[in-house]
């Protein structure tokens, strides 16, 4: 089992970045595939990107490609999601999550633990 904490959430203006953090419990991190999901208001949970279990594989979503990467630090237990150019439609509750899956996947479903979120708000 894994517990998994964000932070780094916060208020931006349009066009700014922002550093997600989610750090994992747990000496089997390594093992599970990441992958960071959002949730906007009044919206169903969106796959954001994934990475796999080394790091050598990610995948984003259309809509954050080139903006948004993921990476992870296994010796830290960390996962992060680096932000740019972020948008208000960016404005979303952001999550982390562990899949025991094998590979990257973009299933909310293939994920079985999550963090408790963290708020990005982006003004225009």
């Known amino acids: 089992q894994v517990q998994l904490v964000e932070s780094g959430g916060g208020l931006v203006q349009a066009g700014g970045s922002l550093r997600l953090s989610c750090a994992a419990s747990?000496?089997?991190?390594?093992?599970?595939?990441m992958g960071w999901f959002r949730q906007a208001p009044g919206k169903e949970r969106e796959f954001v990107a994934g990475?796999?279990?080394?790091?050598?594989?990610?995948y984003s979503e259309d809509s954050v490609k080139g903006r948004f990467t993921i990476s992870r630090d296994n010796a830290k237990n960390t996962v992060y999601l680096q932000m740019n150019s972020l948008k208000p439609e960016d404005t979303a509750v952001y999550y982390c999550?562990?899949?025991?899956?094998?590979?990257?996947?973009?299933?909310?479903?293939?994920?079985?633990?999550w963090g408790q979120g963290t708020q990005v708000t982006v003004s225009s």
């Open positions: 999550a562990a899949s025991s899956v094998l590979g990257v996947v973009a299933d909310v479903g293939k994920y079985d633990y």
């Open positions: 747990g000496r089997t991190f390594s093992s599970y595939p």
């Open positions: 990475i796999s279990r080394s790091g050598d594989y990610t």
